[in-house]
């Protein structure tokens, strides 16, 4: 793609958070070279008829059954085309005039169309961690044998990424994930028992969608980081740390071999990172504030809470497994964290039947893409029956 060539741009996921982040920054473009061309969500159909009146993409989907049928006349007097299922994202992704893919659905469902994408040798802009984690090496083989970008969304990635830049991958001596700690940062596990997900749902610096905000809650966003990062970036289990900055303005760093840290920051605000993605191997100016450093302020770390917070061991743990152990642990939490949101097991709940999904499992150290869906399938049954 030559510098500043105008872009065709799918959105998977687009009235998400990161979705209408994405379609923010692509208003702020104004047309110059980015085109949201194609737009798909699940069940949000006001949101998406109202998306699709404003960026007349080529192309929406919408995944729900029902939520087609209410449809109706909606998009009457546009050119916009509906289509449903994952056939409708496939033939999205897959299109000729297709050159981007911003992959923002949530959870292993995320996984499909990303895969569709990278078939048909498009762009990915990764937003969809899970992806990652449930089928990194196929994934990023797929990408290698395509030729395929993946440009992380992921704030975390996308400052080691930019931090990469700084030396070659063997002076590579580590990568240093940034947490917020999230809401319960500094909580024992007795005061978090009883919480509710309206308080989880509370992120102090991030405001996203809310199983992410049960993620960040728990630090299992933090684990899925960390088996992310291990496939985006071809590292060592051993080279990946994490460390807890409250403040959210670094938002990762890269040791080298001669001790330089090389970090990235910014005010906390995901459009940045999406911008980056959709440009990308260009910077332009954005919607995003600037960090202001005439006013005094302090970045603060301290170690995470591996204790109070369990899940973050899970994701080391399936980190240096790999395998199927990573569909398993995403799986598992998927369900775990439906469950919490209706009221139906505890906050400690969550890691405690992550933990009995990954010991049932079938581990298998090198799966195919429908062994994965297996793996996947039967750690949802298990934590849907699972009793506290
Ligand atoms: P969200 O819940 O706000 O939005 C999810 C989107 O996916 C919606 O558009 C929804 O319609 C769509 N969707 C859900 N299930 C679907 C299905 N089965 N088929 C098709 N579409 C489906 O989620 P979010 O916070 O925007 O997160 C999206 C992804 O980005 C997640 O993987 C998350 O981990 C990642 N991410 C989010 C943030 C953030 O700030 N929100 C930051 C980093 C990474
Ligand atoms: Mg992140």
Redesign the pocket.
């Known amino acids: 793609m030559p510098p500043g060539a105008e872009q065709n741009v799918v959105v998977?996921?687009?009235?998400?958070?990161?979705?209408?982040?994405a379609l923010s920054v692509i208003e702020h473009d104004a047309g110059r070279r980015l085109r949201a061309f194609g737009l798909?969500?699940?069940?949000?159909v006001d949101l998406l008829v109202e998306q699709a009146r404003t960026f007349q993409p080529r192309y929406i989907t919408l995944?729900?059954p029902d939520a087609r049928a209410r449809i109706n006349g909606a998009l009457s007097g546009t050119r916009v085309e509906l289509l449903d299922s994952?056939d409708g994202?496939i033939r999205m992704v897959q299109a000729p005039e297709t050159d981007k893919v911003l992959s923002?659905?949530?959870?292993a469902?995320?996984l499909e169309?990303t895969w569709a994408a990278i078939e048909a040798g498009k762009t990915i802009a990764l937003?969809?961690?899970?992806t990652l984690v449930v089928a990194g090496p196929l994934i990023m083989d797929l990408a290698r044998e395509r030729g395929v970008a993946m440009l992380p969304?992921?704030?975390e990635h996308s400052a080691i990424f930019q931090a990469l830049k700084a030396g070659q991958p063997n002076e590579v001596r580590r990568v240093i994930l940034t947490s917020s700690g999230g809401p319960f940062r500094g909580k024992t596990a007795r005061e978090l028992a009883n919480v509710t997900p309206e308080q989880a749902l509370k992120h102090p610096t991030?405001?996203?969608?809310?199983?992410?905000?049960i993620?960040s809650a728990t630090l299992m966003?933090k684990a899925?980081e960390v088996i992310e990062a291990r496939w985006l970036f071809d590292l060592r289990p051993e080279q990946v740390e994490v460390v807890v900055h409250p403040e959210s303005v670094i938002h990762s760093m890269v040791e080298f071999v001669d001790g330089s840290v090389v970090a990235q920051l910014s005010p906390p605000d995901?459009r940045l990172p999406i911008q980056l993605a959709l440009n990308y191997p260009d910077r332009v100016p954005g919607p995003c504030p600037l960090l202001d450093l005439t006013k005094r302020f302090s970045l603060n770390f301290e170690p995470p809470d591996r204790e109070t917070f369990p899940c973050l061991d899970l994701g080391y743990e399936v980190m240096r497994r790999g395998g199927t152990a990573g569909a398993a642990l995403n799986a598992a939490n998927e369900a775990a964290v439906s469950r919490f949101l209706s009221s139906e097991i505890g906050f400690l709940d969550i890691p405690r039947a992550c933990r009995a999904a990954l010991d049932h499992h079938n581990f298998d150290p090198r799966p195919t893409l429908d062994a994965l869906w297996r793996v996947d399938a039967a750690a949802r049954q298990e934590v849907r029956r699972w009793k506290p």
């Open positions: 998977l996921g687009s009235t998400g958070s990161i979705g209408r982040s798909a969500a699940h069940s949000s995944t729900c994952l994202i923002a659905i949530v959870g469902a995320g169309g937003a969809n961690k899970e969304v992921d704030s991030w405001s996203m969608g809310p199983k992410i905000s993620d966003n899925l995901m």
